[in-house]
Antibody, heavy 123, light 108 residues
């Protein structure tokens, strides 16, 4: 059973950079075949895809966040990470990591999710 | 703004059938996936692509697609189906993923 677990600070000051890590267990990132996404949810709002990475380090980002987002992977630790710069109160959200399937050019879905971690931006 | 549009709220009587829809131009080219989220919990995948239901998801959940609209149907809704439902697919470029705004399902 694949499990994902987010870790990182629950409180970030405005203008700082958020760093979160997702640790994957029950499966190896380096085995390929999957992508690894970050998704966030503002309080009381809907889901927002941030971006994904594959085991080679190839990335795609949400165009609305692209200038501030970096996703990286460490296959030796079976982890992938999110950095979001220039944080503001508008970035306060629950951040999820999820295993992502992109199949046959037409199919995409997230089959395993972390429990999510609340990040609050406040001085 | 989302490229996938969902009705904000839908209600259904216990045991009846409800359809939750997701509209977007990209759905003419790409399949949708559907997620159920209950308060304080992470979303779970309940249906994806043409006809795929993950293991453990009751068979009362089904999906369909026509033109620019994807639908999630719950046949015989149960009290435990009360939740927020989100669709997801690729955007019109095909390179990025996008969620619908979500539909709050109330089981009466």
């Amino acid at each position: 059973q694949v499990q994902l677990q987010e870790s990182g600070p629950g409180l970030v000051k405005p203008s700082q950079t958020l760093s979160l890590t997702c640790t994957v267990s029950g499966g190896s990132i380096s085995s390929g075949g999957y992508y690894w996404s970050w998704i966030r949810q503002h309080p009381g709002k809907g889901l927002e895809w941030i971006g994904y990475i594959d085991y080679t380090g190839s990335t795609y980002y949400n165009p609305s966040l692209k200038s501030r987002v970096t996703i990286s992977v460490d296959t030796s630790k079976n982890q992938f990470s999110l950095k979001l710069s220039s944080m503001t109160a508008a970035d306060t959200a629950v951040y999820y990591c999820a295993r992502t399937n992109l199949i046959s050019g037409t199919t995409s879905y997230f089959d395993y999710w972390g429990q999510g971690t609340l990040v609050t931006v406040s001085s | 703004s989302s490229e996938l549009t969902q009705d904000p709220a839908v209600s259904v009587a216990l045991g009846q059938t409800v359809r939750i829809t997701c509209q977007g131009d990209s759905l003419r080219s790409y399949y949708a996936s559907w997620y159920q989220q209950k308060p304080g919990q992470a979303p779970i995948l309940v249906f994806y692509a043409r006809n795929n239901r993950p293991s453990g998801i009751p068979d009362r959940f089904s999906g369909s697609s026509s033109g620019n609209t994807a639908s999630l149907t719950i046949t015989g809704a149960q009290a435990e189906d009360e939740a927020d439902y989100y669709c997801n697919s690729r955007d019109s470029s095909g390179n990025h993923l996008v969620f619908g705004g979500g539909t709050k399902l109330t089981v009466l």
